[in-house]
């Protein structure tokens, strides 16, 4: 019997292990003991006392501790490749000093990691516009990712039950036995281009998502290392996030020069934005040919962005995935400035701040956890003078063309563990909805069983917080004259399907070619994806030879559904979007739509 007992312990020990990411030094120890246990009970412990053989359990389980106490794993900066590399990129020469990169292992793509654009916010540079990074001496080396911006970090135990549950792509090695670093000092960019002497090439650079809470530079599926195989330099940054990146209080507004505050997140953004512009083409790049793109709260940026000042010229063209603040109210990432100064003063008495310069003093550890009050893009009068909404009714915008969707199961993850039944299914409807909309939902949506409300309640959700606001981005894109690309993504696969953020995989070529999970079908449809989006980052038209035809929006009632097949389909939830415009009172910003499209047509034709 105790050996099934002790069976069922080492199972839970090691799973443990592996969960966690402990090193190797845990896996030999913990194999020792367990010997060792297995050696003492049959030679000597079966002929003990009860009590001999109860302490001899009781020391198994604390020495289980003690080992995973040891091994907990370390906390190591991500290297800029993984695996093997292919050598040290030649000497990059920059204003601010010189740096190399690393080579992947096919010596196709040279990848430089953690190059500083900004000084570190941290003491008096906390929620203060971000200073350009002081030149280095010497040469850097930037073969790892900085640290990724302040946030509350989920265990490693966590963080590997997600990927089993939600991404089911988890594989068991000991090259990720570590943490990954975590730091108020993360204004740093990376570039990934193709390898050798090349330039004037297409930008892209990529705002992560995460709520503007969490999140990453260096996540897989967003790697800059598709589109750079096909000839695109890719950058992104890492920006302040949650209270660090959108605290927004009068006292903040008072000290700073441009009397802004609240959207240091953006700052950063448009500041690395700046950065590109004055040093890319020392990598090959062309400055007046920069894309911006950005997933969920990335995405939510970049529609900020596209009507910010402070970023016009810095870019041309525009890619949205899964969000907008383009809505006369949106639903998520957005609050108007006299909300965020309530928020600061609760902040400020829940930690008995009299000041912001008490608030500097906190540990930056113990303010991430204030990373839910905080993670808003408001409306400062200095990035924003005033909604995106406002500034497209006033033709007022920075892109020349947009490139945006959204997916079919947007809401899977958000609602995974808070499903609809029929007994919540309305209350639900009526939380976002008032009367007479709740209603004329509840209509729309009738429910008779539980599956129903549970399918109705994703549908409902997916169109409030994510679709409905590139619907509205789309007509502002069309009255101001701004060709429109939308798409919708459905393909199913064995990982994320169309859930929300499973489209990038395939957007930036990143399907790993050993993976189970994805067929031949999807990794066509990523092919198909990647030269749309390289097409649109080169010229500001996704159509090129040999790909579906993507049709400028011009009706409103069509997208371009990526799935096995790619073909133009009716939009859906258009009805949904009709009680959305009257709840918020939109309005287009011009009525001259034919002109609009006629302007459109000229433009293509002359392209063409």
């Not at 907990?72 to 000497?91: E, L, R, S």
């Not at 203060?128 to 030149?135: G, I, L, Y």
């Not at 975590?182 to 390898?195: C, F, G, M, Q, T």
């Not at 890719?234 to 920006?239: E, F, K, P, R």
Request: aromatic share 12%; charged share 20%; net charge negative.
């Amino acid at each position: 019997m105790w050996i099934f007992l002790l069976i069922i312990l080492s199972l839970l020990f090691f799973t443990t292990l592996e969960l966690g990411k402990h090193t190797l030094l845990g896996w030999i120890l913990g194999v020792i003991l367990v010997c060792g246990f297995v050696f003492a009970r049959v030679k000597g412990l079966n002929g003990a006392s009860r009590w001999a053989r109860f302490v001899s359990w009781a020391g198994l389980i604390a020495w289980f501790a003690i080992i995973l106490w040891i091994s907990k794993p370390p906390i190591k900066p991500v290297p800029a490749v993984q695996g093997k590399t292919g050598g040290i990129t030649n000497v990059i020469h920059l204003p601010q000093g010189d740096l190399t990169g690393v080579l992947t292992e096919d010596g196709e793509v040279e990848v430089y990691a953690g190059i500083p654009y900004a000084e570190p916010p941290v003491g008096d540079l906390r929620w203060r516009e971000p200073v350009p990074a002081k030149p280095w001496s010497g040469v850097l080396a930037a073969n790892h990712f900085a640290p990724m911006s302040m946030q509350v970090q989920n265990s490693t135990i966590y963080n590997s039950l997600a990927q089993i549950i939600g991404y089911h792509d988890y594989k068991f090695s000991f090259d990720d036995n570590y943490r990954e670093p975590v730091s108020e000092d993360s204004l740093y960019l990376n570039i990934w281009k193709p390898a050798g002497d090349v330039s004037g090439l297409p930008v892209l650079v990529y705002i992560h998502g995460g709520a503007l809470q969490t999140g990453q530079p260096w996540y897989q599926d967003y790697s800059g290392l598709g589109l750079a195989h096909e000839g695109v330099i890719v950058v992104n940054m890492g920006y302040r996030l949650g209270i660090f990146g959108f605290l927004a209080d009068p006292e903040l507004a008072a000290e700073s020069p441009n009397g802004t505050t609240g959207n240091y997140g953006l700052l950063d953004q448009i500041l690395a934005l700046q950065w590109v512009q004055d040093n890319i083409a020392a990598f090959g790049g062309d400055p007046g040919n920069v894309t911006i793109s950005g997933e969920s709260a990335g995405s939510a940026c970049v529609s900020a962005l596209s009507t910010s000042p402070l970023a016009k010229g810095l870019f041309r063209r525009v890619v949205g995935e899964s969000s907008t603040v383009t809505a006369p109210k949106p639903a998520h990432s957005f609050r108007l400035l006299d909300e965020a100064y309530a928020a600061a003063a609760d902040t400020k008495t829940r930690y008995k701040a009299v000041n912001i310069a008490d608030l500097r003093a906190i540990p930056a550890e113990k303010l991430a956890s204030e990373m839910n009050t905080h993670h808003h893009i408001t409306i400062d009068g200095y990035v924003l003078p005033e909604t995106p909404y406002e500034s497209y009714a006033k033709g007022i915008h920075n892109e020349e063309a947009q490139m945006h969707g959204f997916n079919r199961d947007e809401s899977a993850p958000f609602i995974l563990f808070s499903q609809a039944n029929l007994k919540n299914y309305e209350e639900n409807i009526r939380t976002l909805f008032p009367e007479p909309y709740a209603s004329r939902v509840l209509e729309l949506y009738p429910a008779a069983t539980d599956e129903e409300a549970k399918r109705n309640w994703a549908e409902i959700y997916t169109v409030f917080y994510f679709t409905y606001g590139h619907y509205c981005w789309e007509r502002q894109a069309l009255a101001n004259g701004i060709p429109s690309y939308v798409y919708y993504f459905t393909k199913q696969n064995g990982r994320l399907s169309a859930w929300h953020s499973g489209e990038e995989v395939y957007l930036y070529g990143n399907i790993p070619q050993d993976s189970s999970l994805y067929n031949d079908d999807d990794r066509t449809l990523s092919d198909t994806m990647m030269f749309y989006f390289k097409h649109f980052i080169t010229g500001g038209d996704p159509n090129g030879h040999g790909l579906p035809a993507w049709p400028v929006s011009t009706g409103l009632d069509k997208v371009l559904e990526l799935n096995t097949s790619v073909e133009w389909v009716d939009a859906p939830y258009l009805e949904m979007y009709s009680i959305l415009d009257e709840m918020y009172g939109f309005e287009l910003p011009r009525t001259d739509i034919e002109d609009v499209l006629d302007e459109i047509y000229d433009v293509e034709k002359e392209s063409n």
